[in-house]
């Protein structure tokens, strides 16, 4: 299926073509992630500039502080991303299947879906302080101010993400689901033996990209409980940018934790992929 | 047979209608904020103050207007209740500079827009079809780019976007803009699915590689061109930090940071925000309108096209 | 794929059939713009002015003018931040504009440039415009970074040009406004405005208690005057929560309902911001009961006291024993519940009188006065501050930003606040001249509001940001889950334990920053030696 690379000609001209891309893409990311972890080794203030040069110890800093809100940030963040995962995909594939089932307006229902997506999510946040406040406490309780804030993520997720499921439906050819239902397969099946793993590549791209979004949440937090009540929303992304921006000579710790978030995201999808991989039935492309 | 074909349509047309249902209650609740936000930008700041919750503006509210024409007290009577219906859009325009703020947006917008469909475009082609040394190894860094944490990335930004000498301008602003790895991935998922019978027949023609890419590989695109405009140009309208880090000088707010300005230390004039947040959000939905033919076709992921 | 190409080459002509009549009706536009006539006239016109307004499409001209030789004509600038922007309110825009001729008159070598920078990111804006090119010459600044910036060395030191300025002497100004701007001798700041934490009390309400009407001045014939609440209203906290047990209107029994928005009849004496409670709120109370929050470096929490302890009690007893406040809510801080009459007091700085006005629009009487003594406090307190005009340490034109300084921090800069603001003064002649009493007059809410700045302890000053994410989880916790604590189900066991946490953590907070600080000042004294230090 897949023709081999190695046996094509070599073509130098593409680097022409990746070059603008890279350029922009080396200046702004690479040289200022080598930047970023030059300040995570040093003590570092928005205003003075380099300090000290401290070594690990920033890193040290965020492991092993005793009560460290480093952990307790992790921790929310992971919870806010297994809650993202499950709302947004169990919103969103499910909404893709019923807007393709739908008799009348798909074209205005996708409409209607994507607002969540094109409107600023500092004003989404204002808005949802209020709704949410008056479907009850659960913005006020440590317990579920984290579920409250996932609620509006997914809310603002889940139309995107739809439309990326009915594009991956779309692509699905009409023959496998008549062969499915010449063998008499109930739709239960046909969803578990047909569209599931059809939709493998999709959904490895929506959960991936949900992952890394909901790891970086930061406005809804920073808005809606500004970490609150009793920490129990403090996120990563708020504690690295309070530290970066609030506090007097801690942009190097700041830079550190971002760094640290970094490996423990990498090390996720790694193993997000791998789930996947292992389960592999068709290839990835051509 | 026609029976039961008959029995199967109908149960199609149950399910179809189920569906219907459900999928309006969705509506309903994607709406609901949006609807919130349309209603609080029309209402009177004395009504916004007593009365938050409303979709409607009291004054326009039919209970009150019955109180007002029995002569009760009502919100008809309250400073404020003869208004013109738009005078938080035309005062947000008016003092708040709401327009110089939507047209920066707009030009910032289109700017990256257009920069980065070109660029991607291009190297997206290159990760699709081309060979070259380091392939695998650029393109994963390129996707790696993806989950750094922004906040993180801000300040060495600014430092390059400084050192640059661009700060307070406009390609101070766009420049960060223009990378886009999710723009690339984007692309060559599409450009993998389309046959590569039809560039080798290009090819045959004597078409160059960019010929090749122009004449047949981008009219067979545009789905996914305008999905990813159509993307980019969100991110790029929504975009708040990066701005507001790079300017100082308000005549080059984009309209998030301008709007940031009507907050005061304590609270805001949230009616007025709101009407500058609906202004800012109608050039987007006019823009999905436009797009949406393409937009589900535009993007490819499944990695089932063309096998 | 061929269906896919061919519609395209049509719909190829379309638009270019589309592109040539807009061109042409661009082209009539401009010409029907040129002759000044008929609406496209006024359309043209408009977008002549938006492309002046919009910074790109200016500076693009101002640019095109200068390559063809003119010259501009001020060729001094001179750059001044501020978060008070003219998008905020239309006051706003009238006061800088009223600041920018008057300036701009006496110096006609001097363009002044404003720039608006949103309050909540003032800071982080001050650090990249500092690392760049492009710093302000003069900014108002908040007493909450004032003492960072200094030690960071980012302020001009203003000893040379107030020794050289009568009007602007320390004796010009209220002691508590001199508080935040001065550390060891240094003058990094002039006070141009003064603000105070305040009760507001909804004043209709009261009237509504003829109980309470003792709480209002007297008329000269004796009566009381329903526009006025008196300074002392308030004798002490007892009396506090006779009063706030009083203006609680329960609407049927048990638990207090939040009251409905239009007209809403029930409301609560009082409500406590728990959701965010940290040391600003928390603090004015203390300090009415004898306590200070840090010392005068700023290195030291000082608020580890009992009487702190038995304040951080009486507001959970307002809350859950008396319940005389509205329920803890999120969305709704309490002064947007005072401002939508859900309640009959509230705190607030004495600032909020005028956006008060403006978002009621003028419907609701309301008063100031400050914090009644607690049991261990000696009068009435509060917590003062006054935010300053400062040069940053990279001004260009120094001369010419203190003589902006001077306009501003002067009596004359005072009296356009007044105009434009309604607002009040850190200078002692302002209070002499009969403006200040015609202002009174007209906003009777405005009375005590001298007297509530000068009788305030200074507001926390050092690493606000950092000390209050310490301070606000732990009173958040006390103030939400008192019944826990007091059944000894909670983390703490008393509030004298919790006062004790955050005291710790605060110290913790001030400890990491002295370290910072000394660094700061091994490396300055290693690189350059700083002035008189």
């Not at chain 1, 023709?3 to 990311?29: C, H, M, N, T």
């Not at chain 3, 001065?182 to 934490?197: C, E, K, L, W, Y």
Request: aromatic share 12%; charged share 20%.
């Amino acid at each position: 299926m897949a023709r081999g690379i190695g046996k094509e000609r070599r073509q130098p001209v593409a680097y022409l073509y990746i070059a603008p891309a890279l350029a922009v893409v080396l200046l702004f990311s690479f040289v200022s992630m080598g930047i970023s972890f030059y300040v995570s080794l040093h003590q570092w203030d928005p205003f003075q500039g380099k300090g000290q040069f401290v070594g690990g110890a920033n890193y040290a800093r965020a492991l092993t502080e005793p009560n460290s809100i480093f952990w307790l940030a992790v921790r929310n963040t992971l919870l806010y991303v297994v809650m993202a995962i499950i709302g947004v995909l169990g919103t969103s594939l499910p909404l893709a299947l019923l807007c393709r089932r739908a008799r009348y307006g798909q074209s205005l229902f996708r409409t209607l879906y994507f607002l969540p997506s094109i409107t600023p999510m500092v004003v989404i946040s204002l808005i949802w302080i209020w709704l949410l406040q008056r479907m009850g406490a659960i913005m006020d309780r440590s317990q579920t101010a984290l579920l409250s804030i996932a609620l509006v993520g997914i809310w603002q997720a889940s139309g995107y993400n739809m439309l990326l499921f009915l594009a991956g439906l779309n692509e699905i050819p009409q023959e496998y689901y008549e062969a499915a239902r010449v063998d008499g397969a109930s739709r239960l099946q046909e969803f578990r033996h047909v569209t599931l793993p059809l939709l493998r590549n999709t959904l490895v791209f929506v959960t991936v990209m949900v992952i890394i979004g909901a790891s970086q949440v930061f406005t809804q937090a920073y808005v809606m409980t500004r970490g609150g009540p009793q920490r129990s929303t403090e996120v990563m992304a708020l504690q690295v940018f309070k530290n970066a921006f609030s506090y007097a000579g801690q942009m190097g710790y700041a830079s550190a934790m971002a760094w640290l978030l970094f490996a423990l995201l990498f090390v996720f999808i790694l193993i997000q992929m791998r789930v996947f991989r292992s389960r592999r039935i068709y290839d990835e492309s051509s | 047979m026609t029976t039961a074909r008959r029995q199967g349509d109908g149960r199609k047309r149950r399910a179809g209608l189920a569906a219907f249902l459900v999928m309006s209650l969705g509506a309903a609740v994607m709406v609901y904020p949006y609807a919130y936000m349309v209603g609080a930008s029309l209402k009177t700041r004395r009504e916004f103050a007593a009365d938050r919750h409303s979709l409607v503006p009291p004054r326009f509210q039919i209970d009150q207007r019955l109180k007002h024409a029995r002569g009760e007290p009502s919100a008809l009577d309250w400073p404020g209740a003869d208004w013109p219906v738009l005078k938080n859009y035309t005062d947000a325009i008016v003092y708040g500079q709401v327009d110089v703020f939507l047209f920066n947006s707009l030009l910032y917008a289109v700017v990256i827009t257009a920069v980065q469909l070109a660029i991607n475009t291009l190297a997206a082609y290159a990760f699709a079809r081309m060979s070259f040394r380091g392939r695998g190894v650029l393109f994963s860094l390129l996707l790696a780019t993806m989950m750094l944490p922004p906040a993180v990335l801000l300040v060495p930004q600014f430092l390059v976007v400084s050192g640059l000498g661009l700060v307070d301008s406009f390609m101070g602003v766009v420049l960060p803009g223009f990378a886009g790895a999710f723009g690339v991935f984007l692309l060559r998922q599409f450009f993998l699915n389309i046959p590569r019978s039809l560039e080798e027949a290009g090819r045959l023609d004597g078409c160059s590689s960019l010929g090749v890419l122009w004449h047949i590989v981008l009219p067979l695109s545009r789905p996914v061109l305008v999905t990813l405009g159509l993307f980019t140009f969100m991110g790029a309208w929504n975009s708040f930090v990066w701005p507001l880090v790079v300017l100082s000088d308000q005549a080059y707010y984009p309209l998030t940071v301008g709007l940031s300005l009507f907050r005061e230390e304590s609270g805001a004039d949230w009616p007025r925000i709101f009407a500058g947040a609906v202004m800012g959000s109608m050039p987007l939905i006019l823009l999905f309108l436009l797009a949406q033919r393409y937009l589900v076709r535009g993007i490819s992921l499944s990695g089932l096209k063309g096998q | 794929m061929d269906r896919a190409v061919r519609p395209s080459g049509r719909r190829t002509r379309r638009r270019l059939l589309l592109a040539a009549l807009a061109v042409v009706l661009l082209g009539w536009i401009g010409a029907n713009a040129a002759t000044g006539r008929g609406p496209w006239a006024a359309a043209g016109r408009y977008a002549a002015d938006l492309f002046h307004r919009a910074g790109p499409t200016r500076d693009l001209g101002r640019r095109l003018q200068r390559a063809a030789g003119r010259r501009p004509a001020r060729p001094i600038q001179l750059r001044v931040w501020d978060w008070w922007s003219p998008s905020t309110t239309e006051d706003y825009a009238r006061y800088f504009g009223e600041v920018e001729s008057i300036f701009e008159a006496r110096h006609p070598d001097v363009d002044v440039v404003f720039q608006a920078v949103p309050f909540t990111n003032y800071e982080q804006k001050l650090a990249t415009g500092m690392l760049g090119d492009n710093p302000p010459d003069v900014f108002q600044c908040s007493v909450y970074w004032a003492e960072g910036l200094y030690q960071r060395g980012m302020l001009r030191r203003l000893n040379d040009f107030v020794a050289r300025t009568p009007e602007l002497q320390d004796e010009q100004f209220m002691l508590p406004a001199l508080y935040h701007s001065r550390q060891a001798g240094h003058i990094f700041g002039i006070p141009h405005i003064v603000d105070a934490a305040s009760l507001l009390w909804n004043l209709d309400m009261i009237r509504a208690e003829p109980a309470l009407h003792d709480m209002f001045e007297r008329r000269p014939d004796g009566t009381p005057d329903f526009r006025r609440i008196r300074f002392d209203a308030v004798r002490d906290w007892n009396h506090f929560r006779q009063i706030a047990q009083r203006l609680t209107k329960r609407d049927r029994a048990e638990p207090l309902q939040a009251a409905a928005g239009l007209g809403g009849k029930p409301h609560a004496g009082f409500a406590l911001d728990a959701y965010g409670m940290g040391a600003r709120s928390f603090m004015p109370w203390a300090a009415a009961n004898g306590v200070r929050f840090q010392d005068r470096a700023g290195r030291r929490a000082q608020f580890d006291t009992p009487a702190a302890a038995d304040t951080l009690q009486f507001l959970a007893d307002l809350y859950w024993k008396h319940r005389v406040c509205s329920p803890f809510r999120r969305e709704l801080t309490s002064h947007g519940q005072f401002e939508s009459g859900e309640v009959a007091c509230a705190m607030a700085g004495t600032w909020s009188g005028k956006y008060l006005v403006r978002d009621t629009q003028g419907w609701m009487g309301f008063g100031m006065t400050a914090f009644p003594p607690g049991p261990n406090g000696r009068g009435y307190k509060t917590l003062t501050w006054a935010n300053m005009m400062a040069m940053s340490s990279r001004c260009r034109v120094p001369e010419v930003a203190w003589e902006y300084i001077r306009l501003i921090c002067g009596l004359e800069g005072s009296l356009l606040r007044l105009k434009h603001l309604n607002q009040n003064s850190p200078r002692l002649d302002f209070y002499e001249g009969d403006a200040w009493a015609r202002e009174v007059r007209q906003r009777p809410y405005l009375a005590n509001v001298r007297r509530i700045c000068a009788v305030g302890d200074p507001l926390l000053h050092t690493q606000v940001q950092a000390v209050e994410d310490e301070v606000q989880p732990i009173l958040e916790y006390v103030l939400l889950n008192w019944p826990e604590i007091e059944a000894g189900r909670g983390s703490f066991r008393n509030t004298q334990e919790a006062i004790h946490l955050a005291a710790e953590r605060v110290n913790e907070v001030f400890r990491r920053y002295d370290r910072t600080i000394r660094s700061w000042d091994r490396r300055r004294g290693r690189l350059a030696r700083p002035e008189g230090k």
